[in-house]
């Protein structure tokens, strides 16, 4: 990769290629680089965002945020090679693919995105905060250069609290890119990262009217027959022959029409390592953890970030720092190092759409889930109260 010191100079054929540390050459080859390992990493706030457009564009915006590192500070430039990225068009235009691919990244590179904000600051308002919706276009700019053979892709900088600096929060989604690219519907794309959302909760509930909404549906399938059959149905099935991750669904009528949709998120479960069964056993019997506490963090964090933790409350020990119960003392050690890391925000429900259903509403999945109601409720931070299944602490 070759520098210059103007980057912005459109006659030379090195413009394509920036400062080095703001470049990154994307040597892509379909289908070889797409393995099963490849993940997408995205806030949940970009998750539920308000979009619509098709699955091509989504798939190529996909590829581009698979190439961010969660833990990254900012974006790089990304250059691809355009004959590897016309190999993810699935040849729909063997007559002209390159001009179906400038067509898809005009497309995309004027997309608009809504995406809902909490406690947002106004300048010279500093003791207030608002909710908000934000108006994004995905991408900062695209180019072209036949000549070279390849193109240039940035993000807009305004998608950067979505995308980048994510293990912070733990308030992020993490996508099967393989899995995704296998897809061919763009609702059956987004279900895919509703389900991978909530994959630790294993269950949520959305309105018929917020799914519309999220998709920019809400003038089409006007017969909900046609939405079920379109949108759930659909994706559903095309989730189900992919054996990943998926999900089933039951409906709920005020009257006639249908209200809400319960999911049940089911997946296949890889086996764990050895490595990972190792770290477990330890932190529940040297450490004395709670089994689910153990399978929490495994989730969360990293083997080195928690092996990290653990050598640290060693030492802690050899000094005779800790008096009493280890399993309290290396806790509170996590949730310090780690503020974020609250169980209190299992599972990522908003309480809109989980307050005021009645218990009825969850016997049957709990019985495919192949636990008692009580167990349901425990696992998944409900109560009952008033005869109405409520978020533990929001009666």
Not at 4 to 29: F, G, I, Q, W, Y
Not at 269 to 282: M, N
Not at 316 to 324: D, L
Request: net charge positive; glycine share 6%; hydrophobic share 35%.
């Amino acid at each position: 990769m070759s520098q210059t010191t103007n980057p912005v100079d459109n006659s030379s054929k090195s413009s394509v290629v920036a400062e080095k540390d703001k470049v990154l050459r994307c040597n892509l080859e379909y289908p070889k680089e797409v393995d099963a390992e490849m993940k997408c990493f995205q806030s949940n706030e970009l998750t539920q965002a308000l979009y619509t457009m098709s699955a091509v564009e989504k798939k190529i915006f996909s590829i581009m945020v698979s190439k961010i590192n969660p833990d990254d500070e900012g974006f790089q430039k990304l250059v691809f090679e355009t004959k590897n990225l016309i190999g993810f068009l699935e040849n729909r235009r063997t007559s002209d693919n390159y001009s179906f691919l400038q067509e898809t990244l005009e497309r995309l590179q004027k997309r608009v995105i809504k995406i809902r904000e909490r406690n947002v600051s106004v300048k010279g308002i500093e003791d207030r905060r608002y909710n908000a919706t934000l108006h994004v276009q995905l991408l900062g700019h695209y180019r072209n250069i036949p000549e070279a053979g390849l193109t240039e892709l940035s993000f807009n900088p305004e998608m950067l609290p979505y995308l980048v600096n994510l293990k912070k929060t733990f308030n992020f989604t993490v996508v099967n890119l393989r899995l995704l690219m296998n897809l061919k519907s763009f609702y059956s794309i987004r279900f895919l990262e509703l389900c991978s959302q909530y994959s630790n909760t294993g269950w949520f509930v959305l309105s018929v009217k917020a799914i519309k909404t999220m998709f920019l549906i809400e003038d089409k399938y006007k017969l909900y027959a046609d939405f079920r059959r379109y949108v759930l149905e659909k994706s559903r099935e095309e989730l189900i022959r992919e054996d990943y991750i998926w999900f089933d669904y039951k409906e709920e009528r005020r009257g006639r029409r249908v209200e809400r949709i319960f999911f049940t998120i089911y997946q296949k479960k890889k086996p764990e390592s050895e490595e990972v069964k190792k770290l477990k056993e330890r932190m529940m019997g040297e450490f004395k953890l709670s089994r689910s506490y153990t399978s929490f963090l495994v989730k969360k964090l990293t083997r080195a970030e928690i092996s990290r933790i653990l050598y640290d409350v060693n030492l802690s020990k050899a000094n005779g720092v800790i008096r009493g119960n280890i399993g309290g003392y290396t806790r509170g050690v996590f949730e310090k190092q780690y503020p974020e890391l609250d169980r209190g925000r299992e599972p990522e429900v908003k309480e809109a759409e989980v307050v005021g259903l009645p218990l009825s509403h969850f016997e049957e999945v709990a019985g495919m889930m192949g636990l008692s109601v009580s167990a349901f409720m425990e696992r998944n931070g409900l109560v009952l109260q008033n005869g109405m299944v409520c978020k533990a602490g929001r009666q």
